[in-house]
C-alpha cells in the first residue's frame, strides 16, 4: 500500500490548482454563470490547452495517459473551485464509454476531438420511471435498413444541452428491467428528431431532458455489442461515482476551511466562536467525517479498475454510501455552523452545499445502495 | 499511489492466518468464539506461543526480540489476531512499557525488564489516573520523596486495568510539588507490586467483571534505580508512551469479529417466523456497519503507511485521533448489534448459577457474552484519552484552534 503521488501527479495537481487559483475564484464565477453556456467555453479550451480534457486517455489518442487516480486529482481541484464546465459529462462519462466499449475507429475519431476541446458528450441513459434502477430502460431502438431507429425519452441528463453528441440508452431487445437487450448508441444532437429542453440544476450546473422521436442513427454509431448495454452502463456509472466522490471531497475541503476560517474571525458574547467547545467538537466531527469520506473515494479511486466485476460493483457502492453520507453531514454542518450568513445565495458555502446535494443523487443515492448491499449481506 | 496490498503484503497475512490457525490453542479459542474475554492464563499461554516464534514484540527493534515488521504489517497481524480470535497480547508489556524501555531505558532495565515482558513472565499494568486527574492526567497528586537511594511513594491511582493480576506496574509520581508549569513535577517509575505498602482493591464494572482496581501506595519504597528517564521528565515519557497507544486503537479486527459472530447468531435465531438474518432491517443496519468499518480500514492504513514513510518521526499523527474515535464508536455499535440479535438471551447472566447447570447451551452464553462485550466496551470511548477529549486534540492538532 501506498498513498503517496508521484511527480508526474503532482505536477498535474499544482498545475490545475494554479489554474484554478488565477481563474476560479468565486466572483470570477459568477460570470461564468452569467454566459448563454452557463459555463465557461474560454476555459473549456483552457483545459484543452493544459491537457486536462485528455487526462485518462492513452497518448495515441492525445491523452495524458492517466487512469482513475488523475481524474480523482482533477475532480477534487473541480470540486474545491465548483467548476461548472461540462468535465463529468464529457471526459469522465463519455471518455469511459469510449474507452470501454468504443471501436478503434470510433476511438480514433472521438478521443482526440475530445481531448482537443472540439467535443462534448452526455450520458443520456436514466428515465423517468426509472428513479436509480440502470435496467429501467423503456427507450426503444429498432432495425430499420442499414441503421436503427429510436423512440423514447431521457431524463435528467447531466449538460445534455452542451453535448454535441449523447452515449445514449436504448432496448433493442426484451423488456422493461431485462438486463438484456439494452444498447448503446452515439447520437448526434443535431439529427432530427431529437428534441431537447435545457434547464438549470440546483447546484447552477446544466441538464436536459432528451425526447427522441423516429430518431435514425446508422449502425455505425452502435457502441459495444448490440443488446449487451449494460455492463458499459455500469463501467460508466462506477466512473462517475469515483469521480463525482473525488469531487465531494473536494468540495467538502473548501466548506470545512471556510467554516474553520469562519469560526476564527466570527465574534459572538465578545469571543470568537471557534473559541467554543461547542463549535470546536462540530469541527472535529466535520473533520473527522471528511477523511472518512476521502478514504471511501480513494477506495472508489482504487476499483474503478479492478478486473472482477461484483467486487468492483460492491466496493463502489460502499464508497458511494459513505461519500454521500459525509457530504451530507459536513455540508449541513458548514451551513449551521455559519448561521445566517451560510443560508444566502451571495455566500459560497450554500453553492457547495447545493452541489453536493447534487452528486449525492447522481447514479444513485446513498439510501438506494445501502439497500442493494443489504441484499447481499451474507 | 497504489492502494493495494503489495504481494508481500498477502503472502505475510497468509503466513499469520495460517499460523494463528495452526497454533491458537483449541479451548482458548472456542471460548473466544462465544464471545468470552480471555482469562489471564490464556493471554499468557498465547503471547509465549507467539514470542516463540518471535512475533510478541510487534513494532520492537530486532535486537530486543521484535520481529522487525513494518507499521502495515502490524496493522495485519492485529487484525488478523483479532479476527481469529485469538487474546490480544497484552497492550501494557508490548505497546506501552516495552518501546518506553526501549526509548529511554537504562541498559540495565532493558535486559532485567524487556524479556520478560515479551514472554509475559511480568504482567504489567499501568498506574497513570487517580481519583482527580482522569483526563486531566497531569493534576496527579501521588508523591514520591527522594529518601537516599529510593523513593517513598505515597497516594491513590484508580482505574488501575488488571492490577490484581500484574507483577509490575509503571506509576506516574509527583516529585517536584513546587515545578512552575505542573507537567515539569512528574516522575515515571517502575513498581514492583509486591512491594510492601500496595493495597488494590477491586472495581467491579458494569459486566460485573473485575478488570479495573483501586491502587493505594502507603510509604511505598522505590528504589532509584526503577525510575525510567530524567527525575522530572515522566511527562515527556507518558506522551511518548500515549502517543505509541493509539496506533492500534481503532481495534477493527474486534469489530469486524463482532459483526461476523452477530451474522452468526443471526442466522439462528428467528424473528416474525424466519431467520432474524433475511430481516430487511437487521441487514441494512449490518451493511452500514460494513461500510463504516470499510471506511475506518483505509483510514487507518493511510496513518499507519504514512508512519512508516516517516520512518516513525515519534510525533503521534493526529490522524490517529480519528482513529481512536470513530474505532471506538465502531466497536461499541458493533458489540451493540450483537447484543440486538441475542434479543430476550441477552438479559441472562452467564455466571456460576448457568455454568452449575451443566448442559452446553452456546447460544444462551454466547448471548450472554454479547451483552457482556456491549456493557464491557462502554469504556472504549473513555480509555486511552475519552473521544472528547481526542476531539480536543484534533481541534489543536490538526485545525489550529
Redesign the interface.
Known amino acids: 500500500m501506498d498513498f503517496e503521488l508521484v511527480d508526474d501527479q503532482r505536477l498535474l495537481q499544482d498545475s490545475i490548482t494554479r489554474l484554478l487559483g488565477d481563474r476560479y475564484a468565486f466572483e470570477q464565477r459568477k460570470n461564468y454563470l452569467k454566459t448563454p453556456e452557463g459555463f465557461s467555453p474560454a476555459l473549456w479550451s483552457q483545459y484543452a490547452e493544459l491537457g486536462l480534457l485528455g487526462v485518462p486517455f492513452a497518448e495515441e489518442y492525445g491523452g495524458f495517459g492517466g487512469g482513475a487516480q488523475e481524474i480523482m486529482l482533477v475532480m477534487q481541484a473541480f470540486g474545491r473551485a465548483l467548476i461548472l464546465e461540462p468535465y463529468l459529462a464529457t471526459v469522465v462519462l463519455g471518455g469511459t464509454a469510449l474507452q470501454v466499449a468504443g471501436s478503434n475507429a470510433q476511438k480514433a475519431e472521438l478521443l482526440p476531438a475530445i481531448a482537443e476541446g472540439r467535443l462534448k458528450l452526455a450520458f443520456a441513459h436514466s428515465e423517468r420511471q426509472a428513479r436509480y434502477d440502470l435496467t429501467d430502460v423503456v427507450t426503444t431502438a429498432k432495425r430499420s435498413g442499414g441503421g436503427w431507429v429510436l423512440d423514447g425519452a431521457k431524463s435528467v441528463v447531466t449538460h445534455g444541452d452542451a453535448a454535441d453528441r449523447l452515449v445514449l440508452s436504448a432496448r433493442t431487445s426484451g423488456d422493461r428491467y431485462d438486463a438484456d437487450g439494452i444498447t448503446l448508441f452515439l447520437v448526434d444532437t443535431t439529427t432530427p428528431g431529437l428534441a431537447r429542453r435545457g434547464y438549470a440544476t440546483r447546484d447552477e450546473q446544466r441538464a436536459a431532458d432528451v425526447a427522441l422521436s423516429n430518431v435514425t442513427v446508422a449502425d455505425a454509431d452502435v457502441l459495444g455489442e448490440v443488446g449487451k448495454g449494460l455492463a458499459i452502463v455500469q463501467r460508466i456509472v462506477e466512473a462517475g461515482i469515483a469521480a463525482t466522490a473525488a469531487e465531494a471531497i473536494g468540495a467538502m475541503e473548501a466548506m470545512h476551511s471556510m467554516t474553520l476560517e469562519y469560526s476564527k474571525t466570527r465574534e459572538q458574547f465578545g469571543k470568537p466562536i471557534g473559541s467554543y467547545q461547542v463549535v470546536q467538537h462540530r469541527l472535529a466531527d466535520m473533520f473527522m467525517t471528511m477523511e472518512q469520506g476521502r478514504s471511501m473515494a480513494m477506495l472508489a479511486t482504487m476499483m474503478v479498475e479492478h478486473p472482477e466485476a461484483d467486487e468492483r460493483a460492491r466496493k463502489i457502492a460502499m464508497a458511494k454510501v459513505g461519500v454521500g453520507q459525509a457530504a451530507r453531514y459536513v455540508s449541513q454542518s458548514a451551513i449551521q455552523m455559519h448561521g445566517g450568513i451560510g443560508m444566502t445565495e451571495e455566500y459560497a458555502v450554500g453553492h457547495y452545499f447545493r452541489r453536493c446535494m447534487v452528486i449525492e443523487r447522481l447514479f444513485g443515492d446513498p439510501a438506494y445502495y445501502l439497500q442493494r448491499l443489504a441484499e447481499d449481506v451474507e | ?6 504481494p508481500d ?1 498477502t503472502t505475510f497475512r497468509e503466513e499469520v492466518r495460517a499460523f494463528i490457525r495452526d497454533n491458537l490453542p483449541i479451548d482458548i479459542r472456542d471460548r473466544m468464539r462465544l464471545g468470552h474475554s480471555p482469562r489471564k492464563e490464556d493471554t499468557v499461554r498465547w503471547q509465549r506461543i507467539l514470542n516463540q516464534k518471535g512475533w510478541a514484540g510487534l513494532s520492537w527493534p530486532k535486537e530486543w526480540g521484535g520481529p522487525g515488521w513494518s507499521a ?1 504489517q502490524k496493522m495485519i497481524f492485529l487484525e488478523e489476531n483479532q479476527v481469529a480470535p485469538a487474546p490480544e497480547l497484552s497492550s501494557f508489556n508490548i505497546t506501552m512499557i516495552g518501546p518506553v524501555l526501549i526509548q529511554f531505558g537504562t541498559a540495565e532495565q532493558k535486559q532485567r525488564f524487556l524479556p520478560r515482558a515479551a514472554n509475559l513472565d511480568d504482567w504489567w499494568c499501568q498506574g497513570f489516573s487517580e481519583p482527580g486527574a482522569g483526563s486531566d492526567l497531569a493534576s496527579l497528586k501521588t508523591s514520591a520523596k527522594r529518601d537516599g537511594d529510593s523513593y517513598v511513594v505515597n497516594g491513590q491511582k484508580i482505574w488501575t486495568s488488571t492490577a490484581h493480576q500484574a507483577d509490575w506496574c509503571f506509576v506516574l509520581v509527583r516529585t517536584n510539588p513546587n515545578a512552575a508549569k505542573r507537567q515539569e513535577g512528574i516522575s515515571f517509575l517502575l513498581v514492583d507490586m509486591k512491594t510492601p505498602g500496595i493495597t488494590v482493591r477491586p472495581i467491579i464494572s458494569i459486566d460485573g467483571s473485575h478488570h479495573l482496581n483501586e491502587v493505594f501506595f502507603d510509604d511505598v519504597n522505590v528504589p532509584v534505580s526503577m525510575r525510567v528517564f530524567e527525575e522530572n521528565k515522566g511527562w515527556d515519557v507518558a506522551k511518548f508512551l500515549l502517543g505509541n497507544e493509539r496506533t492500534g486503537i481503532a481495534r477493527l479486527g474486534k469489530s469486524k469479529e463482532r459483526v461476523k459472530a452477530a ?1 452468526a447468531m443471526a442466522r439462528e435465531v428467528n424473528a416474525n417466523g424466519r431467520p432474524l ?1 433475511q430481516d ?1 432491517t437487521f ?2 443496519r ?3 456497519l ?3 468499518m ?6 487507518q ?2 496513518v499507519v ?2 508512519y512508516d ?1 516517516a520512518k516513525g518521526s515519534g510525533r503521534p499523527d493526529p ?1 490517529s485521533s ?1 482513529l481512536k ?2 474505532g471506538t464508536e465502531l466497536l461499541q455499535a458493533t458489540t451493540e448489534l450483537a447484543m440486538d440479535v441475542a434479543g430476550p438471551l441477552s438479559m441472562p447472566v452467564w455466571a456460576e448459577e448457568l455454568e452449575a447447570m451443566n448442559e452446553p447451551d452456546d447460544m444462551l452464553e454466547a448471548a450472554s457474552a454479547s451483552t457482556g462485550s456491549y456493557l464491557f466496551l462502554r469504556a472504549a470511548s473513555i480509555y486511552g484519552g475519552t473521544n ?1 477529549i ?3 486534540i ?2 489543536k492538532a ?4
Open positions: 499511489m497504489d492502494l493495494r496490498f503489495t503484503e502495515i451474522k438474518i430487511a441487514r441494512q449490518v451493511a452500514q460494513e461500510i463504516d470499510q471506511a475506518l480500514e483505509i483510514t492504513y493511510r503507511s504514512a514513510k490522524l480519528v474515535v470513530k472528547e481526542q476531539k480536543n484534533l481541534t490538526v485545525l489550529g484552534l
